[in-house]
């Protein structure tokens, strides 16, 4: 995302609209106008627009999905509800079903607290950035024409959306068959649904193909999505991978909307989105599906990967963070592989249009099975250089051309470093943070910079 644009969109972040539940913008009359502004866009285009929405496990998460329907709807267009689903579970209902578009009201790994809005179009994919920017445009057009307390009364607790049984059942159904002819038989995994939409998805996909597999938080209670499980903590399934001793080939968490994966190994190492992609990538190299040995990463991939993928003949490109800025740089060279370390992981050869953390599952489970290996053997190879990933609350989000201290402490960890790691010091795209990652050939390099970078940012942004 450029600069440019970043500073047009309002709304938008790198993964939809995000904020605190009940706070603008995820207040009623904001969320109201979210849905008159692209129902009368979709309605504008087609009379008989239909719209999907799906949800995840927050408490705030059917109140929002409610009232956005009740938008859409007042422009005359048709809601139909998956439910409790993934994020990528509506995306490929939405193309599959064709649908006018597919919304999903999730904040993914965020706190409880926090809620959002994906929207995906007709094909499944994400919005541009360009779209975001003229949707935003409408909404803030719908927002002038609402009084305050105007969406108050738009719904009622008669009006939540029920959630069709048969579309989650048709997504489940489509990703065991892509993995028919695999057989699971000889694993077993430990799987941690964080409390999230993986809860109602997971163990009937895990069932159908064949896996003996055991959960964990599959409770959610509106509350304790992400609560110290899931994919912000894969040590905690590591743990208890290794402590049964050998009992798991496999440990698995997904995040709150399932998007991505994070694994264990069957010793209790957690392996993350490069070591996905470094396995995943050499097996579809051996079958003639990785197109011109190509596979895209962002920015905060470890120089490992590069190098593992190197000796193995693939060629590594960085596109920013974010996995629609992954899909785009994929879309534009044809590679048929990308994600991210955060475990974002995106098969363009199976023709997928997000990341999808169940289907990563079974992709790494599928090499598993196949070549006999355990996931230690299929990544030991990959030397990981020291990183250090520390995230600075900030008041507001300057441009860090602004800021000297920070801009002298990012070129002071640049000369040292000199070929021999990375700088990257970036914004979350969905919180109120800063980003400093750090890569080094030691562990008192890597922690110098990183803490004095962070400690600049601090001083000068800091909460």
């Known amino acids: 995302m450029s600069a440019a644009t970043a500073k047009m969109r309002q709304l938008f972040g790198t993964d939809g609209i995000r904020g605190v539940a009940g706070e603008y913008p995820l207040d009623r009359r904001t969320v109201y106008a979210i849905g008159r502004a692209l129902g009368q866009r979709l309605a504008g285009r087609d009379a008989a627009a239909r719209v999907i929405i799906g949800e995840d496990t927050r408490e705030s998460s059917a109140l929002i999905g409610a009232v956005l329907a009740a938008g859409l709807e007042a422009a005359q267009v048709q809601v139909v509800s998956a439910g409790v689903i993934t994020t990528p579970g509506i995306a490929y209902l939405t193309r599959t079903n064709r649908f006018s578009a597919g919304i999903v009201i999730s904040a993914s790994h965020n706190p409880w607290q926090d809620n959002g809005i994906k ?10 950035d360009q779209l975001e920017h003229e949707i935003e445009a409408d909404i803030f057009a719908h927002l002038e024409q609402l009084t305050e307390g105007g969406a108050d009364a738009v719904v009622s607790d008669s009006d939540m ?23 699971f038989s000889r694993l077993r995994v430990l799987v941690d649904c964080a409390n999230g939409a993986a809860s109602s998805v997971a163990r009937v996909v895990f069932s159908d193909v064949g896996l003996n597999a055991d959960f964990l938080h599959i409770e959610p209670n509106g ?17 208890a991978v290794a402590a049964a001793n050998g009992e798991y080939d496999l440990g698995i968490t997904f995040d709150g909307d399932a998007d991505r994966a994070m694994f264990s190994d069957a010793s209790g190492r957690v392996v993350n989105g490069d070591g996905v992609l470094l396995l995943t990538a050499r097996d579809m190299k051996t079958h003639v599906r990785l197109h011109a040995d190509t596979v895209v990463a962002t920015t905060m991939s470890n120089m490992g990967l ?12 960085r596109a920013p963070v974010g996995d629609k800025y992954v899909l785009e740089e994929m879309l534009k060279t044809g590679a048929t592989l990308g994600g991210e370390q955060s475990g974002h992981i995106l098969f363009r050869d199976m ?7 169940i289907l990563t599952a079974l992709r790494v489970l599928e090499v598993m099975a196949r070549t006999g290996q355990p996931l230690a053997e299929l990544v030991a190879d990959m030397k990981v250089f020291p990183q250090e990933i520390k995230n600075i609350p900030v008041r507001e ?9 920070v801009m002298d402490a990012i070129r002071a960890a640049e000369r040292d470093l000199d070929g021999n790691g990375r700088v990257v010091v970036r914004y979350s795209g969905t919180e109120k943070l800063a980003r400093v990652m750090i890569e080094a050939e030691t562990e008192e390099l890597m922690r110098r910079h990183t803490d004095a970078i962070a400690n600049a940012i601090q001083r000068a942004i800091g909460v």
């Not at 959306?161 to 057989?183: H, I, K, M, N, S």
């Not at 989000?397 to 201290?405: F, G, H, R, V």
């Open 119 to 128: 929207i995906f179009g007709a094909d499944g994919y994400k919005l541009s």
């Open 161 to 183: 959306l029920p959630g069709e049984q048969e579309l989650r059942e048709q997504y489940a159904e489509w990703l065991a068959d892509l993995v028919c002819a695999t057989d």
């Open 223 to 239: 509350r304790n999505i992400n609560a110290g499980c899931g994919a912000l903590h894969p040590e905690n399934v590591a743990k």
């Open 306 to 317: 590069e190098a593992a993928l190197q000796r193995g003949g693939i060629r590594m490109l």
């Open 351 to 357: 023709d997928t249009t997000t990341g999808d953390g």
């Open 397 to 405: 989000k300057l441009p860090l051309e602004q800021l000297p201290e």
